[in-house]
């Protein structure tokens, strides 16, 4: 199975500061790379899909970049509505597999 | 709307049966993969299985491969996971999504779950 690994596991920042999140896979797997956004008690919502593709309906300070192995999401500007925790999931091979999650907090 | 109502969950005894159903609703049920995603309490998101648009192609988790077993029903818009020989580790919210291709890739939009607890 392909092993995500995210850094850092929680993260407190302040708003308007740019957070960077990243995703190591543990062998290559392209672009199949997915980013979540999971509020606390609420299902997860898809932000970005294939690495770098905005979800539709998703706000632009949202972005995402990478391909092989390394990857990294970015909140261009943070906002207190952007407090949650994030993942990372790879669809290169089966089984699909996620991140251990990103908890995002404010500072 | 998409919408994917997931049931089914409850209270089962470890090395019992529970059986998941979801429905779906708000889009051409046989045109997209279809997943269950679970995550235990406190604990972060876990895959478990998948099916495409079809059922040509099934995907299942280590954890579960064996014990559980998905299935779809396109004429009826619906969902299933069968859970056998439960464990305690398999307490979760499992959460029914909608992929966005034809093909397992990514589930693109979820139910709000529903809770499975295995205990004695």
């Known amino acids: 199975d392909i092993q995500m690994t995210q850094s850092p596991s929680s993260l407190s920042a302040s708003v308007g500061d740019r957070v960077t999140i990243t995703c190591q896979a543990s062998q290559d797997i392209s672009n199949y790379l997915n980013w979540y956004q999971q509020k606390p008690g609420k299902a997860p919502k898809l932000l970005i899909y294939?690495?770098?593709n905005l979800q539709t309906g998703v706000p632009s300070g949202f972005s995402g970049s990478g391909s092989g192995t390394d990857f990294t999401f970015t909140i261009s500007s943070l906002q207190p509505e952007d407090i949650a925790t994030y993942y990372c999931q790879q669809y290169d091979n089966l089984p699909l597999t996620f991140g251990q999650g990103t908890k995002l907090e404010i500072k | 709307e998409v919408q994917l109502v997931e049931s089914g969950g409850g209270l089962v005894q470890p090395g019992r049966s529970l059986r998941l159903s979801c429905a779906a609703s708000g889009f051409t049920f046989d045109d997209y993969a279809m997943h269950w995603v679970r995550q235990a309490p406190g604990k972060g998101l876990e895959w478990v299985s998948g099916?495409?648009?079809?059922?040509?192609?099934?995907g299942y988790a280590d954890s579960v491969k064996g014990r559980f077993t998905i299935s779809r029903d396109n004429a009826k818009n619906s969902l299933y996971l069968q859970m056998n020989s439960l464990r305690t580790e398999d307490t979760a919210l499992y959460y029914c999504?909608?992929?966005?291709?034809?093909?397992?890739?990514?589930?693109?939009?979820w139910g709000q779950g529903t809770l499975v607890t295995v205990s004695s």
């Open positions: 099916i495409s648009w079809d059922s040509g192609s099934i």
């Open positions: 999504a909608k992929d966005s291709r034809i093909g397992i890739t990514m589930p693109q939009h």
């Open positions: 294939d690495a770098s």
